[in-house]
Nanobody
Framework: RVNLVESGGDSVQAGGSLRLSCAVS????????LGWFRQAPGKGREGVAA????????HTSDSVKGRFAISRDGAKNTVWLTMDDLEPEDTAMYYC??????????????????????YGQGTQVTVTS
């Protein structure tokens, strides 16, 4: 059973940085996407970043491009979201996600387009001005 556990959420001032971690377990797929999503109060879920487990090619959404980066360590079964220059608009619950790519290992993992099947419980990020 796939299990995703996020950590690292905190309250920081605008301009600060945070690094979120996600411990991934139960994955037996040969190729999969790992991603980060967020949901602010009263808003829908937004895809932030995603990475391909075979190619390590990553994609980030335009709203965080240049400030956020996704990375992973397959040996440690961990995926991170490094967030710099945080803005109050980044305040949200952040979720780790995973999905099986099956035979299409070369397909891009796009946080805005890829359908993710598994999500963690989330970690709260609050950015104050």
């Amino acid at each position: 059973r796939v299990n995703l556990v996020e950590s690292g959420g905190d309250s920081v001032q605008a301009g600060g940085s945070l690094r979120l971690s996600c411990a991934v377990s139960g994955v037996t797929w040969n190729s999969y996407c790992l991603g980060w999503f967020r949901q602010a109060p009263g808003k829908g879920r937004e895809g932030v970043a995603a990475i391909n487990s075979r190619t390590d090619i990553a994609h980030t959404s335009d709203s965080v491009k240049g400030r956020f980066a996704i990375s992973r360590d397959g040996a440690k079964n961990t995926v991170w979201l490094t967030m710099d220059d945080l803005e109050p608009e980044d305040t949200a619950m952040y979720y780790c996600a995973a999905t099986n790519q099956r035979d299409v290992w070369y397909a891009p993992c796009d946080p805005r387009a890829t359908v993710f099947d598994y999500y963690g419980q989330g970690t709260q990020v609050t950015v104050t001005s």
